[in-house]
């Protein structure tokens, strides 16, 4: 099992945990959709998984070098960095004070745009990129970390049809290379291609495959008004606006 | 009066209008700016000294270009805000000392002032701020209010702002006389911080009033007990009211690097 | 050309032309994190901060640049407990600190120690008192932000750049960062004798800002602001020369005009 977490709470202060309850373990190569209404948790647990946040009670365990694709866009913009050296960024872990960037992490990094399909932008000014390339090149950098789990928060939000077409069938290449991802989305009917799905509101509602986690109850537990149920029986929801 | 009831009436007043205003400038993340006017504008005081002119003056025509010039500053996309009005500070401060350098009134007194060397005149313009600082702020109180604490839905917030501004370059010509451009960004700062103490909003415009008279007024006593210098004795009492008004808060859970603690907006 | 060869055969003029050339590397190198990282107040700030360190250096027999560099340690630690314990905001805080350094260096220095006219010096630097131990300090410092920067350099890109992925990219945001800020506060002690305690920004921004606005990547910036630092420090040289000012002004002028120049042309 490369991550796994039992009864973990997660939070910013001690004793007011932000989610709680949090019980699940996925295996290598396996995709899980995490499901949360705004405020539910899902950041907070990433943050945890990350090593960001100490735990405020339970444990967990992450088997292997984690990355993060993160769902808002907290980098500079305005520093003078080009696409391929954000992606570069991918090695710096791996390379020691006193090396330098190895040629292979060079080429490494420009092959991992290429599967992103930006390889013709390695040059451009990074804060010149649309909102949804900036959110590929960032999962270029993952893919030169190497990490064998990637965190993924809403990496389809805000992105344009054409980039969001490419981060889908980049992360399923990625799942089926036997690396772990753990993909925030607000997408119901993406989240049954998944292999797991992890439903939390302030706690875990629900862990288990699309069709034991997709249910009306389970739903409705996790995401309550957002709800909307379509004819045929299918779930949809309403998208409320949040700041962050 | 003596020399010392006028440095006395004249750090009293001042206390009373830059106390309030001292509590609005850090509700709305204004310190940076007074920082920056209050240095920017010594070219204005360089070419009034130098000239044998009015202080009052060329302080004024100082802080209405180092304000239109930090306004064009922060506009920056480029380099942003901050750097773009450290450039212009830095730039217009040393043209400053650059122009005071041959200048009737020392640089020193530009730079920490001449509380003991108060004129009539000082003393009117320190009156007409106590008068008119007070009120202009609770004719914007609520403006104000919205603008610090709920900034989404301020109705006009470039007014309120510039209003603010407007406060802060007057305050900043007036006590620039007594305590000098590097030393009147205590009564910007001070104030503010010891009114902390106060519970709620009003009490603290209140309480930062009263410090910084009171304090204006033991720096003026010490100074002359102790013979020590006026304008710096007024700064560090404020400092000290600032320092006492201080309390321990519990410690955030998030481990971040210190550069980036630096630029928060708390 | 006399203007220009007169001043260098005097020795304290090519003493100060060393000092200002061994300076324009850290200049160049840190004042890019200067710019990049949004550190202008702070740098200015503790420059600022130093003033009081350098007034009673002399009284009490200890060297400028330790005395200096012991009142940057408070104004760091002040800084780091205001905003942490007390919460407050980062600038209230830096102003709160810079006014208390500069009025209690005021007072130790017109009424306990009287040092008088010499103050200005401390102020805004000089081109007649850059002794040996200065230029050991700038070249110690050159040499440091060379090494920092071929050893961190990227940690620092990488911490500036996206913080919150430091951490998950392996890269030790928090030790790298006190490392920038410690070379930086030596940097800071290291301009003092040349631009003076209230204008450390002329040296450790200005030129950065400039090269901010015309370069494309990390490296031309850092070239283009140590260029600029080293014109715009020697030009400042020979203006306070033959104008009798003190440097940190000159420069001060000479490179807020360069980067009007370098805006303007950039629109």
Known sequence: MLVRAEHLQAGYAPGQPVVRGVEFAVAAGQAVAVLAPNGGGKTTLFRTLLGELPPLGGTFAVDGTIAAVHQHDHARLDFPVSALDVALMGAYGRTPWWRRIAGADRAAARAALDRVGLVDREGTHFGSLSGGQRRRVMIARAIVQDARILLLDEPFAGVDRASEERILTVLEDLAAEGRTLLIATHDVEQSRRWDRVLCLNGRQIAFGTPEETLTAPTLAATYGPELVVLREGRMGLTIQHHEH | ?266 | MAWLTDPLELEFMQRALLEVGLLAVPAGLLGTWVVLRRLAFFTHAAGSATFPGLVVAGPWGIPAQVAAFGAGLLYAGGLSGLTRRARLAPDAATGLLLVAALASGTILASDVYETGGGVDRLLFGTLLGLDDGDLALSGAVALLALAATAAIGRTWLAAGFDPGAARPLGVSALAGDAALLLVLGLAVVAVLPAVGALLVGTLLVLPAATARLVARTITELQLVAILLALVEGSGGLLLAYHLDLPPGPAIAVLGAGAFAVAGAARR
């Open chain 2, 1 to 266: 009066m003596t020399i010392r009831d006028r440095a006395l009436l004249e750090v009293v007043l001042l206390g009373a209008a830059c106390g309030p205003l001292s509590v609005w400038l850090l509700a709305n993340r204004q310190a940076y700016a007074a920082e920056s006017l209050a240095h920017a504008m010594l070219p204005g005081l360089a070419i009034a000294a130098a000239a044998g002119a009015p202080l009052l003056l060329g302080g004024s025509a100082g802080v209405v270009v180092a304000a239109l010039l930090i306004a064009l500053a922060a506009r920056d996309q480029r380099i942003g805000s901050e750097t773009a009005i450290a450039v212009t500070v830095t730039g217009l401060f040393g043209l400053g000392a650059l122009l005071a350098i041959d200048a009737e009134t020392p640089l020193g007194d530009l730079l920490f002032g001449d509380l003991l060397g108060v004129s009539d005149g000082d003393l009117i313009a320190a009156a007409a701020l106590a008068i008119v600082v007070p009120l202009t702020l609770a004719a914007v109180h609520r403006p104000l209010t919205v603008a610090a604490f709920a900034p989404a839905l301020a109705s006009r917030p470039a007014r309120t702002q510039a209003a603010l501004l407007a406060l802060l370059a007057a305050a900043i010509v007036v006590a620039v006389q007594g305590l000098g451009n590097l030393l009147v960004l205590a009564l910007l700062v001070a104030p503010g911080i010891a009114g902390r103490r106060a519970p709620r909003l009003p009490q603290q415009l209140v309480l930062a009033a009263l410090i910084a008279a009171a304090s204006g007024a033991a720096g003026v006593l010490a100074s002359d007990r102790l013979g020590t210098a006026a304008g710096a004795s007024v700064a560090l009492v404020l400092v000290a009211a600032a320092g006492a008004g201080l309390r321990r808060e519990p410690r955030r859970n998030v481990r971040r690097s210190p550069i980036e603690a630096l630029s928060d907006r708390a």
